[in-house]
């Protein structure tokens, strides 16, 4: 009985709320014990929060779940290796150099860091037409735009667990960047967290092998 309550709550449709005292994090700083991969990924990795595994719905993983990924450049999948979870290693995509951009203002060496902001988790009914644009980020199961196809991780060839999806142009807001859109337009974009303009990041993890894999989708 206990495993089908769990099973059952894995499938809960669940919101991030914005909360002071939510022990979830969006945005904010790298922290000082976590190094990102060695990388030439264009506008390299941004830094997108934690999920912490102290929340019951997210038992299961075996650490803090530090999110980060390439956000700017036109990748497929990110593997990400996080046997040591504070520093987790690139699996794939194998020459980050070959990745390309649409955005002609990043180089290699640009970054944005968003503002800091904590969540907590809430039952909710779902994605529908009306609040489609006023969710922040989904947690139980994932909202699918596309193909509906949990990735296999590459090590342990294992389905892997949908972990959440962060969605674009929600609360969380660039601090600090070192660079400037071409105009008022991508300006804006650089701005605001977003994901190839109005897409959404899912994040799957495999809790045995410790591999987490991002990719966007977008209508």
């Known amino acids: 009985m206990n495993f089908i309550k769990k099973l059952l709550n894995l499938k809960q449709s669940l919101q991030f709320k914005e909360d002071d005292k939510g022990i979830h994090q969006l945005g904010g700083d790298v922290p000082s014990s976590f190094k990102i991969p060695d990388n030439e990924f264009f506008g390299g990795f941004q830094y997108l929060g934690c999920i912490n595994n102290a929340d019951k719905y997210f038992s299961w993983l075996p650490f ?71 969710i922040v980020a989904l947690a139980g199961r994932p909202y699918w735009t596309q193909s509906a196809e949990a990735p296999n991780c590459p090590k342990s060839k294992r389905k892997m667990r949908f972990v959440c999806q962060l969605m674009s142009n929600g609360p969380i807001t660039a601090r600090e960047k070192n660079f400037e859109g071409e105009s008022p337009y991508y300006e804006k974009l650089f701005k605001e967290l977003n994901f190839w303009c109005d897409g959404d990041l899912k994040i799957f993890f495999e809790p045995n092998s410790k591999v987490a894999c991002y990719f966007i989708q977008n209508t």
């Open 64 to 134: 803090p779940l530090h999110l980060i990924c390439p956000i700017f450049t036109d990748f497929d999948y990110v593997f990400l290796d996080y046997t040591n979870p504070n520093e987790p290693k690139l699996i794939y995509p194998t020459n980050s150099a070959e990745i390309t951009t649409a955005y002609d203002e990043l180089t290699k060496d640009s970054y944005v860091i968003y503002n800091k902001a904590n969540f907590s988790l809430a039952l909710f009914d779902g994605v529908n037409d009306e609040n489609e644009f006023e």
